[in-house]
T-cell receptor
Framework: DAGITQSPRHKVTETGTPVTLRCHQT?????MYWYRQDPGHGLRLIHY???????DKGEVSDGYSVSRSKTEDFLLTLESATSSQTSVYFC?????????????FGQGTRLTVV | AQSVAQPEDQVNVAEGNPLTVKCTYS??????LFWYVQYPNRGLQFLLK??????LVKGSYGFEAEFNKSQTSFHLKKPSALVSDSALYFC??????????????FGSGTRLSIRP
């Protein structure tokens, strides 16, 4: 796998608690993405970043926030976790349009909200 | 808005037969198109991409895909399926727009099952 590390890999949390997932890359790629994967929905984009402190919403951004203070780290925060946010979360990275355009994925974080 | 459709939730093929996994897309402008594969409990692995040029692109593990602009399709193909090809396959699109709008959108996935 490309140099992408997601942490934690598994987490169980209670409804209403805040949760932060971390994505760390060693590839110095410009773009970073957070997706969630749910049966029947494929991968849906939550938020993405096109540079340090430059982020934008994806198609399912409600209830999530992100931050990117360094090139290598992209954090996804669930401000108040709900059962509907139980999912597998994937981080991905890619270079800009000037270079390689495909994304490379981390191993995923399985989050269960009880 | 850009979107990707994979009309088949599951495709079943006998080993040794050719396989096709379908994908259609909707974007404004010319797209970058991708296929990814996911094995159980793993992240997605890049298979191949179309950027420009030859409409038939070749990728990993003997897979290829055909870009058809008039039908806005990018179907994944393999001449002879292997049992080890059984996995979940995703089509994706990225727009060739100014950098800050360059999202990558995925289809819902197609489960490919190859029987011996």
């Amino acid at each position: 796998d490309a140099g992408i590390t997601q942490s934690p890999r598994h987490k169980v949390t209670e409804t209403g608690t805040p949760v932060t997932l971390r994505c760390h890359q060693t590839e110095n790629h410009r773009y970073m993405y957070w997706y969630r994967q749910d049966p029947g929905h494929g991968l849906r984009l939550i938020h993405y970043s096109y540079g340090v402190k430059d982020t934008d919403k994806g198609e399912v951004s409600d209830g999530y926030s992100v931050s990117r203070s360094k090139t290598e780290d992209f954090l996804l925060t669930l401000e108040s976790a709900t059962s509907s946010q139980t999912s597998v979360y994937f981080c991905a990275i890619s270079e800009g349009l000037e270079g390689g355009v495909e994304a490379f994925f981390g191993q995923g974080t399985r989050l269960t909200v009880v | 808005a850009q979107s990707v459709a994979q009309p088949e939730d599951q495709v079943n093929v006998a080993e040794g037969n050719p396989l096709t996994v379908k994908c259609t897309y909707s974007v404004s402008g010319n797209p970058y198109l991708f296929w990814y594969v996911q094995y159980p409990n793993r992240g997605l692995q890049f298979l191949l991409k179309y950027i420009t040029g030859d409409n038939l692109v070749k990728g990993s593990y003997g897979f290829e895909a055909e870009f058809n602009k008039s039908q806005t399709s990018f179907h994944l193909k393999k001449p002879s399926a292997l049992v080890s090809d059984s996995a979940l396959y995703f089509c994706a699109v990225r727009t060739k727009r100014y950098s800050s709008a360059s999202k990558i959108i995925f289809g819902s996935g197609t489960r490919l099952s190859i029987r011996p």
